[in-house]
């Protein structure tokens, strides 16, 4: 009976799957317009670069990001390594050839906000969770005049 009940043991160590856990998350922005796009980002911390409390991410016409990795090391980590901008913004913008601009806020429309993990396409790439943003011509359309 030992016998038996260490082989399942196994069998169930060995079916339950890490690999999620294992993948790196990689946030990276598709410009599928004809415009120039600054994707700006405000809130606690969400600069990895420089402890700022804003990230702009400059994403030419018909390109995408080579994108960032979310995750930080030691004391200076703060925040969900899966969530868009480690889950720290408190709101986004997208600007289109610094003309119009679009807002959003967390937790609203979440299908199509780019705060939001579920409006984001994901791939697995080697070890990688890509996670893909597009921006397209329905964002422009919906982005106000700056004046």
């Excluded at 990276?28 to 420089?50: A, C, E, F, M, P």
């Amino acid at each position: 009976m030992k016998k038996m009940s260490c082989l399942i043991f196994i069998i169930v160590m060995l079916s339950c799957s890490n690999d999620d856990k294992e993948l790196r998350n990689l946030f990276r922005y598709n410009n599928d317009t004809s415009h120039t796009v600054q994707l700006v980002v405000y809130g606690k911390s969400v600069s990895l670069i420089d402890n700022t409390d804003n990230d702009t991410t400059k994403i030419s016409p018909n390109s995408i990001t080579g994108g960032s990795y979310s995750f930080c090391v030691g004391e200076y980590c703060e925040g969900s390594n899966t969530e868009p901008f480690r889950g720290l913004a408190d709101s986004a913008k997208i600007l289109f050839d610094d003309k119009r601009q679009l807002m959003f806020y967390p937790n609203v429309n979440c299908n199509t906000n780019v705060l939001c993990r579920k409006a984001y396409k994901q791939t697995v790439e080697y070890n990688d969770l890509m996670l893909t943003y597009t921006i397209d011509n329905s964002h422009f359309e919906q982005a106000v005049e700056i004046k």
